[in-house]
């Protein structure tokens, strides 16, 4: 699990690199500065974390809780629900919200649950067929209309499908984009009623799909989702193919909003559990070379 999060970090260690050529024990304040940036921890972050720190020289634990604190308050609770567990997936289009539905429902299956998806992307021509192609790679059952159909009918379903059937969890896919941004906004705020109207509390999590190799460009986006219909839960995608892993900081930091699990690849079992230690820890070993002194 450890090796496969440095993995993904490489690309953002390289980009270190070109700043700090070797790993070192302690860093002055001003070489950090150069590899937060490099990392694309956002400017106003890296201020606040350099301006916090004391010291001449910084170490490894100067950093992680420095690193930490950007994420303290980062913790998630489950809401309470009955059966099915209904997420909502959102996020503009490209962010890899159909690959993430395909992991995290192969995750769930994995765990012994029941899962049923909804194709609610019934704007983007083959957004349905994509998802389908995907159910019957991870052999897990679909609900799905025509391109053009209403959506939240197609979350209607699924969740009362899911209800009859006796299904423990229930996946909807949305449109990432439609004609205009207010057109998206009124679709995304009507499934959500809708999934409300078919089950109690549902939707009982709404994640937004944030493509990683964006970075701090993320956050804005993030804001207005979560102004739209309010966000429960982020999922980093393409962390993998990015040097950006920094702006992970920046996301937790600005919008308070738990990160979830990180994408690390295209296949559906590359889902990680974000573990913010795991992450600063990584991230620490890319730039922090072993206290042999210790
Ligand atoms: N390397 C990598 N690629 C990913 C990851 N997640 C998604 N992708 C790729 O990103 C591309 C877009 O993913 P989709 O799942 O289709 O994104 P979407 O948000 O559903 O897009 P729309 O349906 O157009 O709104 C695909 O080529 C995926 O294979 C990831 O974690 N790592
Ligand atoms: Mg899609």
Redesign the pocket.
Known sequence: MFNFLKDSLEKTAAAIKTVAPKKKITFTKEELENILLEADVEYRLVEIIINEIYQDVVTREILRAKLLATMAWMRYIEPKFTPPFVELIV?V????????IAKLATKYKNEGKKVLLGAG?TF?AA?IE?LTLWAKKVDIPIVASKQGHDSSAVAFDTIDSAKSRGFDHVIIDTA?RLHTQTNLANELKKIKRICEKAHEGAPHRTIL?VDGTQGNSAIAQAQAFNEMIGIDGIII??L??TAKGGSVFSIAYALEIPILYI????KAE?LMPFNKYEFIDAMLDVIFDVDTKK
């Open positions: 996020g289009n490209g962010a890899g919200k159909t690959t993430t992307d983007r957004a994509q990432g799909i995608t393409k993998d193919g994408g690390t690849g295209e590359n």
